[in-house]
C-alpha cells in the first residue's frame, strides 16, 4: 500500500517569499491532516480536513498561511509571506475518518522549510 | 483543551538496559493513547496505541505501555533496548468527547542508545 507522499521534501526561501507544499494521503482515507513540527518540539496540528470540508483551522494562522484540499483527494499548503519563525518540518498526515476516528494516523516524511 | 507532557527530552543509555519513558496527558474525559517513533531520516511511524480494555498494551519491537487512568499516564517501556532502538518517541492523545478529532502531540523524547 502507497503511503502519505510529500513534496517537496526540502525547500529554503528567503523571508517575505512565498512557498507551497503538496501532500497526497493514503487512497480511501477521508481526513487529512497538516502539522507543524519545529525543531525540538512535537508536531502542532494546524488544519484537520474531512474529504474537501475544514474541520479544525483553529491553530492556522490565517494571515499567512492557508490550505487547500480540492476534491477531498490532495492538498495543498501555502505560506505568504514567510516569516522566519515558519522555519519547521511540515507534517502531513491521514486517517480512515474523523468523525469515528480512533486517532489512528499516517504520516508522511514531511517537507523542512528554511527561512532565511 | 488536551495537553501532553514528555518530562524526558533525551534519555541515553546502553544496549540491553531497560527502558522506560514518562508520558502525562490533561484531559478528565476518554481519551484514546498513542506512542509513535521517528527513526532517523524516516517518518512518524505508529508503535503501539490504546484504545480500552486491557491497560497495559503491547506494541512492535518489543515496547509496551502502561496506561494509568488515575494518574493520566502512558508511560512506554522496554525491558532490553538495542542500538536500533535510537529514535525519537512522541506521546499523543486524542479525546475522544470533544469536537476536537486530531492527536495532540508531546515534545517528544529523544532516546540514543549506545553499543
Known amino acids: 500500500e502507497a503511503g502519505v507522499a510529500q513534496s517537496p521534501r526540502y525547500k529554503i526561501i528567503e523571508k517575505r517569499q512565498s512557498v507551497a507544499f503538496w501532500c497526497n494521503p493514503i487512497s480511501g482515507h477521508a481526513t487529512l491532516y497538516w502539522y507543524q513540527q519545529i525543531l525540538g518540539q512535537g508536531p502542532k496540528l494546524l488544519i484537520q480536513f474531512q474529504n474537501n470540508g475544514v474541520v479544525d483551522d483553529s491553530q492556522l494562522p490565517k494571515d499567512r498561511f492557508s490550505a487547500e484540499r480540492l476534491k477531498g483527494v490532495d492538498s495543498t499548503l501555502k505560506i505568504q509571506p514567510a516569516k522566519l519563525e515558519d522555519s519547521a518540518v511540515y507534517l502531513c498526515?491521514?486517517?480512515?475518518?474523523?468523525?469515528?476516528?480512533?486517532?489512528?494516523?499516517?504520516f508522511g516524511e514531511g517537507s523542512r522549510l528554511t527561512v532565511l | 483543551a488536551q495537553s501532553v507532557s514528555q518530562h524526558n527530552h533525551h534519555v541515553i543509555l546502553s544496549e540491553a538496559a531497560s527502558l522506560e519513558l514518562g508520558c502525562n496527558y490533561s484531559?478528565?474525559?476518554?481519551?484514546?493513547l498513542f506512542w509513535y517513533v521517528q527513526y532517523p531520516g524516516q517518518h512518524l511511524q505508529l508503535l503501539l496505541k490504546?484504545?480500552?480494555?486491557?491497560?497495559l498494551v503491547k506494541g512492535i519491537k518489543g515496547f509496551e505501555a502502561e496506561f494509568i487512568k488515575s494518574k493520566f499516564s502512558f508511560n512506554l517501556r522496554k525491558p532490553s533496548v538495542q542500538w536500533s532502538d535510537t529514535a525519537e518517541y512522541f506521546c499523543?492523545?486524542?479525546?475522544?468527547?470533544?469536537?476536537?478529532?486530531?492527536?495532540?502531540f508531546g515534545s517528544g523524547t529523544r532516546l540514543q542508545v549506545q553499543p
Open positions: 490504546y484504545f480500552s480494555g486491557d491497560p
Open positions: 484531559y478528565g474525559g476518554t481519551v484514546n
Open positions: 498526515a491521514s486517517s480512515l475518518s474523523s468523525g469515528r476516528s480512533t486517532g489512528e494516523l499516517f
Open positions: 499523543a492523545v486524542i479525546a475522544l468527547d470533544t469536537g476536537r478529532r486530531a492527536l495532540t
